[in-house]
T-cell receptor, first 113, second 116 residues
Framework: QQQVKQSPQSLIVQKGGISIINCAYE??????FPWYQQFPGKGPALLIA?????SEKKEGRFTISFNKSAKQFSLHIMDSQPGDSATYFC????????????FGKGTSLLVTP | NAGVMQNPRHLVRRRGQEARLRCSPM?????VYWYRQLPEEGLKFMVY????????ESGMPKERFSAEFPKEGPSILRIQQVVRGDSAAYFC??????????????FGPGTRLTVL
């Protein structure tokens, strides 16, 4: 079964707007939550990651918000740009499984000029 | 500083043939993971290997699929007697075995397998 649920499936945002992608998980043993960005025909590239002892992490225009009690985490892309148009995947993993990644199904983001 | 390398980038096979996908991890990385991405779907974990050992193969189909990571050379994902449903993008990722960053995986460009 899908261990990480991601929404929305697709998202259209105007240039300069905020893109928000949400993920939820069930397994409380997960202890590492990365986000990956994938362009067509390319491999996923690590964007930003967080551990459950932190509620928020910011790197440039990208911020992860983490709610441990709700078992939810989200990616916020501030000042979205057309170059951000890509597919975004959230994932969760745990040390006891060698950090094998459980991915969400992905969100296709389109940023319009 | 080369990243994760995969070859071939594209592979076409007829039903019943064998497919061999190769992955060279980043320098200094000794953990390799294989994932499969079906069209319009996310990535699914297949297998996790360290040098000469399969650590977790819980995501790999029981039949026709095998993986290895020998002491010398790249990791190999082997699919025997391919069927059309095997058509997908196969990604390899690597991570370091010790120290900071063991939780972080870096992905290769993938091998796109098409079964005719």
């Amino acid at each position: 079964q899908q261990q990480v649920k991601q929404s929305p499936q697709s998202l259209i945002v105007q240039k300069g707007g905020i893109s928000i992608i949400n993920c939820a998980y069930e397994n409380t043993a997960f202890d590492y939550f990365p986000w990956y960005q994938q362009f067509p025909g390319k491999g996923p590239a690590l964007l930003i990651a967080i551990r459950p002892d932190v509620s928020e992490k910011k790197e440039g225009r990208f911020t992860i918000s983490f709610n441990k009690s709700a078992k939810q985490f989200s990616l916020h892309i501030m000042d979205s740009q057309p170059g951000d148009s890509a597919t975004y995947f959230c994932a969760a993993s745990r040390q006891t499984s060698g950090y094998a990644l459980n991915f969400g199904k992905g969100t296709s983001l389109l940023v319009t000029p | 500083n080369a990243g994760v390398m995969q070859n071939p980038r594209h592979l076409v096979r007829r039903r019943g043939q064998e497919a061999r996908l190769r992955c060279s991890p980043m320098k200094g990385h000794s953990h390799v993971y294989w994932y499969r991405q079906l069209p319009e779907e996310g990535l699914k974990f297949m297998v996790y290997l360290q040098k000469e050992n399969i650590i977790d193969e819980s995501g790999m189909p029981k039949e026709r699929f095998s993986a290895e990571f020998p002491k010398e050379g790249p990791s190999i994902l082997r699919i025997q007697q391919v069927v059309r449903g095997d058509s997908a993008a196969y990604f390899c990722a690597s991570s370091p075995s010790a120290g900071r960053g063991t939780d972080t995986q870096y992905f290769g460009p993938g091998t796109r397998l098409t079964v005719l």
